[in-house]
């Protein structure tokens, strides 16, 4: 028996089919038009920044000047401004992110009110860095600028529930951290990743003590000049578990703000691309796989949610003869520099009228006994074995035609005029009036006489003085 067809139901049949592609096709469009303009509507935006804080000389500007790939580093004062050249590949789109580097001196904390605004702190992210060639004042230098930025952004005056919304969004952060699967490349995890809902998310609870002192912001530890540790363990005899003891002590303060750490060098090249990459991914959620490094001591990276109390404990078996619990300046000490015992001497300079008082008796005491003494040699002065004292006359024959006696007429009249000129340096001091024509006088022919005496040397052995006549005792 031949089978009927109903016409009608074949023409419903036909005209649900086109109707079920014409869907189809609409779904297709509407989705490819929906990412095109996804893609289009989420550019990189401009108003991200990177805050840099730091000592003097502890690298900072070096530090961006390296991320910039600049080979010249220019360093300012004050609060510096400096950018880094963001691009998102797949998205084939650029952008500016600008750095503020602030001073290390007290006097610029207040110019980070041009750096972090109210508007602008959800989109600021804080650099630390400090000094590895110092590792005595790491801690000091951390406590110093986290109490600076937190004084700041009190001053800020930001609502109480924005506050709790970026505090919020940090613990997020810390707590939502995963695992890089080995092999996991940047462009898989871009691919891959979907937004986990709420209740897929597992949330794991803080330890108590990290995220103590939430301030908001993201914040990343940067230990610079890390090629120091060769140094120190040189010049400072530090051992292995002395560096441990210094990690653990950083890693510490870490937990509490959840921070991020890198060891990086810019003279070795050791970190900084990775610190780039990370600093990019916590601005603009870029994708990042890179997993923690521990094992290498100026090499160390460890992400904002990886560590614990019990990761930092695996230190402790390393450190046989330090406790953990001792405090940092007990380990970790500022080296003294000692000084010399010449440096140390103090010179005390004699005043200057016990000094011409001292010289007045030396002259009265030469005086009265003919000249015979030195004025310029005091009492008790002793001369080196085999030397005798220039105002006494030489024993050869020769000499003695050469020069006159001593005693004599000449030098009786020289420590006449030297004691005339101290009488009248001393009546200066002591009167404090207008000096007299009679103490000019004797200026005057004391600084003639002292003239004379330096131009007129004794002449050398074996010629005779034109003015000085042969002495009656020479033999003929």
Not at 323 to 329: I, L, R, V
């Amino acid at each position: 028996m031949a089978q009927v067809v109903d016409p009608q139901s074949t023409v419903s049949q036909t005209g649900n089919g086109t109707e079920d592609d014409d869907d189809e096709q609409t779904n297709l469009w509407t989705s490819i038009l929906s990412e095109v303009s996804s893609r289009t509507s989420s550019k990189l935006p401009a108003c991200k920044s990177v805050i840099v804080l730091g000592e003097d000389e502890s690298g900072k500007t070096t530090l961006i000047s390296r991320l910039q790939n600049v080979e010249d580093p220019k360093k300012g004062f004050g609060l510096e401004y400096l950018y880094l050249d963001v691009t998102d590949e797949d998205r084939d789109d650029t952008t500016r992110c600008g750095v503020y580097i602030l001073g290390g001196e007290d006097d610029y904390q207040d110019l980070l009110r041009f750096a972090i605004t109210p508007e602008s702190i959800e989109h600021s992210l804080v650099l630390i860095v400090v000094d590895m060639s110092q590792p005595w004042n790491i801690i000091d230098s951390l406590e110093k600028h986290t109490r600076v930025l937190r004084r700041h952004i009190d001053s800020l005056r930001i609502p109480p529930e924005q506050m709790r919304d970026f505090e919020q969004r940090i613990v997020q952060h810390y707590q939502s951290y995963a695992e890089p699967e080995e092999g996991q490349t940047d462009t898989a995890r871009r691919t891959s990743s979907v937004p986990p809902t709420e209740d897929e998310m597992v949330v794991l609870p803080l330890g108590e003590t990290t995220l103590t002192q939430n301030l908001g912001v993201p914040i990343i530890v940067v230990v610079s000049k890390s090629d120091s540790v060769s140094a120190l363990e040189k010049d400072h005899d530090y051992r292995e578990e002395h560096l441990d003891f210094l990690q653990q002590h950083i890693r510490k303060f870490c937990l509490n703000y959840g921070a991020a750490l890198f060891y990086s060098s810019v003279k070795e090249s050791k970190n900084c691309d990775l610190l780039y990459k990370y600093m990019i991914h916590r601005i603009y959620n870029f994708p990042f796989s890179m997993p923690a490094h521990v094992v290498e001591k100026d090499a160390i990276f460890i992400p904002s949610g990886w560590d614990s109390l019990q990761k930092i404990s695996i230190l402790y078996e390393n450190m046989p003869n330090l406790s953990p619990d001792k405090e940092f300046d007990e380990v970790i000490m500022k080296p003294i520099i000692r000084k010399t015992a010449q440096e140390n001497k103090e010179v005390a300079a004699e005043d200057e009228q016990t000094f011409l008082l001292r010289m007045q008796a030396v002259l009265s005491k030469t005086a009265s006994t003919g000249g015979k003494e030195s004025p310029q040699k005091s009492p008790g002065t002793r001369l080196p074995p085999g030397r005798t004292s220039p105002n006494v006359a030489n024993v050869t024959p020769g000499a003695n035609r050469m020069r006159p006696e001593a005693g004599g007429p000449a030098a009786g009249t020289n420590e006449g005029v030297l004691a005339n000129f101290f009488n009248s340096l001393l009546s200066k001091k002591t009167a404090g009036g207008t000096p007299t024509k009679a103490s000019g006088a004797v200026r005057s022919d004391a600084v003639a006489e002292l003239d004379r005496m330096t131009k007129g040397r004794k002449p050398a052995a074996g010629a005779q003085s034109p003015t000085t006549p042969p002495s009656t005792n020479s033999t003929p």
